[in-house]
């Protein structure tokens, strides 16, 4: 079936550069988003992609996507303890990944 | 300021009640879903509405069914709760994509 995948945890130190990664399986997507959920609060849209650009930078957020390997990224520069979240992937806000616990450590 | 409300933070029933899940959002917008999220699976869409009376299933459906009579609500109907529909409920509304998408609070369901 149809997923979206994306690793669990990912732990990096204040001011490093955090990537996130994402696969997903339906090549028909017109929109890839991401999205982030900070402890004990409601999801927010982030940022989004279209599917026929492979990379979107909005301040310190950069989205890169692999069409031919369906590999969607999102890279935080300057990683922040603020940044510390759950962030998820989606495709065509219907189909979610399980979400990557970011960890931001002093 | 933009708001999606849902009618309850914390709901409690017994196995084989009937249970109405209410979301409101004040965009005027024609896109309303409705997604359940466990850890470890993150979000799941049940029920996705596009526009008054107009509604979609998403890839969780069985045991849920929606009711949009206005725009601005839509509300999540468990017929016959069962104790695998524990979870949190999250109601989100947006425009046509790839918009804003905003989601509410959320309404965390536990079935005894």
């Known amino acids: 079936g149809e997923d979206v995948e994306q690793s669990l945890f990912l732990s990096v130190r204040e001011g490093d550069s955090s990537v996130i990664n994402c696969t997903y399986t339906?090549?028909?997507?017109?929109?890839l988003y991401w999205y982030k959920q900070e402890p004990g609060a409601g999801l927010q849209l982030l940022t989004y992609?279209?599917?026929?650009?492979d990379m979107k930078q909005d301040q310190r957020l950069t989205v890169l996507l692999n069409k031919k390997d369906k590999h969607l990224s999102l890279r935080i520069a300057d990683t922040q303890t603020g940044d510390s979240a759950i962030y998820f992937c989606a495709e065509s806000r219907k189909r979610f990944g399980a979400g990557t616990r970011l960890t931001v450590k002093p | 300021d933009v708001k999606v409300t849902q009618s309850s933070r914390y709901l409690v029933k017994r196995t084989g009640e009937k249970v109405f899940l209410e979301c409101v959002q004040d965009m005027d917008h024609e896109n309303m879903f409705w997604y359940r999220q466990d850890p470890g699976l993150g979000l799941r869409l049940i029920y996705f509405s596009y526009d008054v009376k107009m509604k979609e299933k998403g890839d969780i459906p069985e045991g849920y069914s929606v009711s949009r009579e206005k725009k601005e609500r839509f509300s999540l109907i468990l017929e016959s709760a069962s104790t695998n529909q524990t979870s949190m409920y999250l109601c989100?509304?947006?425009?046509?994509?790839?918009?804003?998408?905003?989601f509410g609070p959320g309404t965390r369901l536990t079935v005894t």
């Open positions: 989100a509304s947006s425009f046509g994509p790839p918009g804003e998408q905003y």
């Open positions: 992609i279209f599917s026929n650009m």
């Open positions: 339906d090549s028909s997507s017109t929109y």
